[in-house]
């Protein structure tokens, strides 16, 4: 099959059938030959990371577009015409062609005849509403980008999409109960020195898991920003720990290390097949400290006793995370913190009954939006006398080339 026929069907699982961009991807990238795997994944994050642009090239160049699978099609071609020089525009038309005919023939003609007039056109500009223009040009959606605005101030919310662009380095964690940072740096050129945590190494490689570091439980693929979470905690070796949403467990095992594996790390997650993949994780970093159970943070039943530390890094918006996962940009709607704002709130208030008297509780998202982050910590404070708040901090993913974070500490009295 040819590279752009396997690039449009991933784009249509992910898009029309809301498959996950990562999964979608390994699956059927084993049917494309070594040679186009990098021109299609390009295709495919390009077409997702820039698809209100690519739309905007296009759109007016038809009175109504009733066929979701053209209109794809008709996005991913203009992403290739604008965004890789390289390729030709007869060969992408022509291509597109073809795919038009095997979607619906009748609109063969008219994907031909767009396709050349954006061509013909080069690059249109985006005009319109300064908070639009922006919308349209780092393809986010518009109430997004309002909402940031409205929340971090124009500036910030420029710089967050933007950042959103942009290809993240890999990052990984050191397994500092195996090796240290210096041996890994000393033993390995590809690694290097991460920016803000101490922990972090940029991997210039490809393809982190599949090598001898990852298999072997020297490192963990980690952003910077989540590996900020565990610091805040502060675990000390010998205390008993309680991580409350915890699949696939990245910030667990980082706390197993911090505790030098001494103590006990109590990990739940909601999900039983979630819980494996702590226990996978544990095993392959040779941390003995962590017992992984299927746990409902919203009610704790079973868990006995209190904790030294509890962690409640709860499910949320993601909005964080979108240069990484431009699928969740891709499918977003504004409702989607409407369960997740409640839920949260529940899981902070069950589980700060778990926390020993002087004890820490940590909250923390990887999202961009105050409804989620600070107003959850201001809500709980009015509700919970006996907690203070020592720090809070929201890490923006233009600073540090990492994910967006928010996290609070809140101390027991
Ligand atoms: C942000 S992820 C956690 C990531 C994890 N802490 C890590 O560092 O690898 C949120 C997790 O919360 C879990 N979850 C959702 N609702 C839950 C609940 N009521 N109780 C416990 N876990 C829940 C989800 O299954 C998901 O694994």
Redesign the pocket.
């Known amino acids: 099959m040819k590279a752009r026929m396997i690039s449009f069907n991933i784009l249509k699982e992910i898009c029309i059938q809301k498959g996950y961009s990562n999964l979608v991807l390994q699956k059927k990238l084993e049917l494309a030959q070594e040679k186009d795997k990098g021109f299609i994944t390009q295709i495919v994050y390009g077409t997702l990371q820039n698809y209100r642009y690519c739309r905007y090239q296009w759109v007016d160049f038809v009175k109504k577009m009733d066929h979701e699978e053209i209109a794809l099609l008709l996005d991913m071609s203009v992403y290739q015409m604008i965004f890789m020089d390289k390729v030709p525009s007869y060969a992408i038309i022509n291509d597109a062609v073809d795919i038009a005919k095997k979607i619906n023939g009748r609109y063969a003609n008219l994907v031909n005849a767009v396709l050349h007039k954006v061509d013909k056109q080069k690059v249109k500009e985006v005009v319109g509403k300064k908070e639009e223009v922006l919308a349209i040009k780092t393809s986010h959606p518009t109430w997004l980008v309002n909402m940031w605005i409205k929340q971090y101030g124009y500036d910030i919310a420029e710089k967050i999409c933007f950042s959103n662009l942009e290809i993240k380095p890999v990052t990984a964690r050191v397994n500092t109960l195996k090796i240290s940072k210096q041996e890994l740096l000393e033993k390995e050129p590809l690694f290097q020195a991460g920016n803000v945590s101490e922990d972090a190494l940029i991997y210039h490689g490809s393809h982190l898991a599949a090598t001898s570091y990852f298999k072997e439980g020297f490192v963990s693929i980690q952003d910077e920003a ?1 590996q900020m979470v565990a610091y805040l905690l502060d675990p000390k070796p010998g205390m008993r720990v309680l ?10 095992t980082h706390i197993a290390q911090l505790m030098q594996d001494e103590g006990e790390i109590l990990c ?4 039983e097949h ?1 819980v494996h993949l702590i226990e996978e994780g544990a095993k392959r970093l040779g941390i003995t400290c962590m017992k992984a159970v299927v ?4 009610t704790l039943e079973n868990i006995e006793g209190t904790f030294d530390r509890v ?1 409640c ?4 918006s993601g909005y964080g995370v979108l240069a990484n996962k431009s699928d969740i940009k891709y499918h977003m709607e504004s409702s989607d913190m409407d369960t997740l704002i409640p ?1 949260q709130q529940k ?1 902070l208030n069950c589980a700060c009954e778990k926390v020993k008297q002087d004890g820490v509780l940590v909250y923390s998202t ?1 999202t961009l939006n105050k409804k989620e982050n600070e107003k959850q910590i201001e809500a709980f404070l009015s509700t919970h006398e006996d907690f203070i708040l020592e720090e809070q901090k929201t890490i923006f993913p233009f600073e540090y080339q990492s994910d967006g974070f928010f996290m609070a500490k809140l101390r027991r009295k």
């Open positions: 989540s991580d409350t949403c915890s699949a696939p467990g990245t910030k667990a739940g997650d909601i999900h979630r746990m409902d943070a919203t962690l890094d709860v499910p949320c839920l899981i990887c």
